[in-house]
């Protein structure tokens, strides 16, 4: 039974860590610095912050056994910053943050595809019922939205995308390589990948270390490197694709309550009633599967109770 919930909550630790990300790029951006350069401090500090784990913690052999998927997961985590920081260029933060948020329908659709099934009836109302409370969660009722470039609906898409197939990918989880060692590969790909198409200048210029931007760096790399990287790789193979994709959903809310108490952002009551929509499309799932649990624990007990009275035990 603790089990039952013990990965659930894992994921839901890791997606509530990336939804504290975009905050955080804010306030680099409000002291000065680029979203380019704040995603590379990212996965510079979060490469650094990997190492130093596996050299203080891990006591197995550093492993290249099945390095091959962690390329390409690492690949698809800085991929997905990158194309998200696009997507900004040309989006509002709402609607970026929407845009992203479809990775929900994307990768319950990669699970279908891949295990050639259709999702269950209640994964399905889960889903429809995160959908609805998206956009007035994340305040876009009132927003006119017909002068966005065309390429910021592909980039953010894109994103998304990026994001399903990185969370496919933690579905396939690598048995001859331990946590740590799958951390400091996913870390330094994903920061390979950054460094090409970002700012990697700033590690010796003086930007990072001489002004600053180690700090928003430092708090980066754990939210949206680290922590993340190091449930997902644990939960997502237990959890699997499709409730893994419901239940990261509450990135969105927890991205809009963050930015309330750290940017001093307004909320609406319209943003509140789709944060407890989501929330409720989140649980409609955990809850149905324990009652069934119990309604099966009670049937067995008593199947065992009349067994017994009948002397047949």
């Not at 913690?57 to 690492?74: E, M």
């Not at 696009?86 to 509002?92: A, G, V």
């Not at 003086?206 to 939210?223: D, K, M």
């Not at 069934?292 to 065992?304: F, G, M, Y």
Request: contains cysteine; glycine residues 8%.
């Amino acid at each position: 039974m603790i089990k039952m919930y013990l990965y659930p909550l894992l994921v839901i630790i890791a997606a509530s860590s990336y939804g504290v990300v975009s905050t955080i790029i804010k306030l680099a951006m409000h002291s000065g610095f680029s979203v380019s350069e704040a995603v590379t401090s990212q996965f510079f500090m979060g490469f650094c912050i990997a190492v130093s784990i596996f050299i203080l913690t891990n006591r197995a052999k550093f492993s290249l056994k099945g390095v091959n998927i962690l390329i390409i997961a690492g690949v698809l985590t800085g991929l997905t910053n990158i194309l998200y920081g696009r997507s900004l260029n040309y989006l509002p933060a709402s609607l970026a943050v929407v845009l992203l948020f479809q990775f929900t329908w994307i990768g319950m659709l990669i699970s279908c595809l891949s295990k050639r099934q259709l999702p269950s009836r209640v994964d399905f109302i889960s889903l429809l019922i995160l959908v609805s409370g998206t956009i007035p969660a994340a305040g876009l009722i009132d927003v006119d939205i017909s002068q966005i470039p065309f390429q910021g609906w592909l980039w953010g898409l894109a994103a998304a995308l990026s994001y399903s197939l990185f969370l496919f990918v933690n579905d396939r989880v690598t048995t001859n390589m331990n946590t740590t060692n799958r951390l400091v590969l996913v870390s330094f790909f994903a920061f390979m990948i950054s460094a090409v198409f970002q700012s990697p200048e700033i590690i010796w210029n003086g930007t990072l270390f001489n002004e600053g931007l180690w700090i928003y760096g430092l708090a980066l790399g754990l939210f949206g490197l680290i922590i993340p990287v190091f449930l997902f790789t644990i939960a997502v193979p237990k959890v699997g694709l499709g409730m893994t994709s419901i239940l990261s959903a509450i990135e969105l809310p927890i991205a809009v309550m963050v930015s309330v108490i750290l940017l001093s952002e307004t909320v609406t009551t319209m943003q509140i009633a789709g944060i407890v929509i989501i929330l409720l499309g989140m649980g409609l799932p955990t809850m149905l599967n324990s009652n069934r649990l119990l309604i099966i624990n009670k049937v067995a007990k008593q199947k065992v109770k009349n067994r017994a009275s009948s002397g047949r035990v």
